[in-house]
């Protein structure tokens, strides 16, 4: 105990592989389950020293469809095969961004929220759309080392109520995105570790200033434990999200935005790129 809590306190990039196999020889686990023994066996692995890309969770592209399962990264999320800054969290997250279907609720912000939050943060994390969740799945896109983000609906017409208990605790955090006026879902809720309300996403101040969105993103940070973003940052964050593409027809793999989501998050898109303001 004494050598692995030595080797957790090291850093640099030599050290990664050791504070790793300390991981390893303390028992790894994902969201509180104990790693498989393939899992386990390489704690370089459990550190992002062996992702890389592509990998067999990587969509092809040739047949990618909006129900597609496959890992998609924009061009900075990809920059941390090639040196670009990344850096692999010790205990990776799985979090979950949960909505009814066709909710209304802002559900997409959420989840481009939290993936632009870790890319500013540069923490390596992996993004996903999966309808049907199953223990073998997110073991499987647990192996790169990165925190893993799945977009998703409901799951009761999905899967079972034991089923959905083999997977829950897994989920190191569930982001639940709610609207006044539109039906909560229960299941997820009763899962829920942090609730996203539309209301504050979207609220002024009393001089008609936007100001929800960051308090929002600030909020999200520190339920996920991203430490070190500046008011600049999440300012920045709200930027990005206020200005991604909007496909014309289908869905983006990475965002995951339809066309019928172009008011991003309930607030239409600036003539023009929004200049730094709002208090986080």
């Known amino acids: 105990p004494g050598r692995c809590a030595r080797a957790m306190a090291w850093s640099g990039p030599?050290?990664?592989?050791?504070?790793?196999?300390?991981?390893?020889?303390?028992?790894p686990s994902i969201g509180g389950m104990r790693m498989t023994p393939t899992q386990a066996s390489s704690g370089a692995e459990a550190y992002g020293a062996g992702d890389r890309m592509p990998s067999k969770m990587d969509c092809r592209g040739r047949f990618c469809h909006s129900e597609c399962e496959g890992r998609h990264l924009d061009d900075v999320?990809?920059?941390?095969?090639?040196?670009?800054?990344?850096?692999?969290?010790?205990?990776?997250?799985?979090?979950v961004a949960a909505s009814r279907d066709m909710g209304r609720t802002a559900s997409t912000w959420a989840f481009?929220?939290?993936?632009?939050?870790?890319?500013?943060?540069?923490?390596?994390?992996?993004?996903?759309?999966?309808?049907?969740?199953?223990?073998?799945?997110?073991?499987?896109?647990?192996?790169?080392g990165a925190h893993v983000l799945v977009k998703t609906h409901e799951w009761t017409d999905q899967i079972s109520r034991r089923d959905f208990e083999r997977v829950r605790p897994m989920f190191t955090h569930v982001l639940v995105s709610?609207?006044?006026?539109?039906?909560?879902?229960?299941?997820?809720?009763?899962?829920?570790?942090?609730?996203?309300?539309?209301?504050?996403?979207?609220?002024?101040?009393?001089?008609?200033?936007?100001?929800?969105?960051c308090r929002v993103l600030r909020a999200l940070a520190e339920h996920l434990g991203i430490e070190g973003l500046s008011d600049d940052d999440i300012r920045e964050?709200?930027?990005?999200?206020?200005?991604?593409?909007?496909p014309r027809d289908g869905s983006d793999p990475v965002t995951k935005h339809w066309p019928f989501h172009a008011r991003?998050?309930?607030?239409?898109?600036?003539?023009?790129?929004?200049?730094?303001?709002?208090?986080?």
């Not at 223990?135 to 499987?140: A, D, G, S, W, Y």
């Open 264 to 280: 991003r998050g309930g607030r239409p898109r600036p003539a023009s790129e929004p200049a730094p303001g709002g208090d986080p």
């Open 237 to 246: 964050v709200d930027r990005q999200l206020m200005n991604l593409p909007m």
């Open 112 to 144: 481009n929220a939290v993936r632009l939050l870790y890319r500013q943060a540069s923490e390596a994390c992996d993004s996903y759309w999966i309808r049907r969740l199953t223990p073998e799945k997110l073991q499987e896109r647990m192996k790169s």
């Open 14 to 27: 030599t050290s990664r592989l050791l504070r790793a196999c300390a991981v390893a020889a303390m028992g």
């Open 77 to 95: 999320e990809r920059q941390r095969f090639e040196g670009g800054g990344f850096h692999y969290p010790p205990q990776p997250s799985l979090v």
């Open 178 to 213: 709610v609207r006044e006026g539109f039906p909560e879902d229960p299941a997820w809720m009763a899962a829920a570790t942090h609730v996203i309300h539309f209301e504050d996403i979207v609220e002024h101040d009393e001089n008609g200033a936007p100001v929800g969105a």
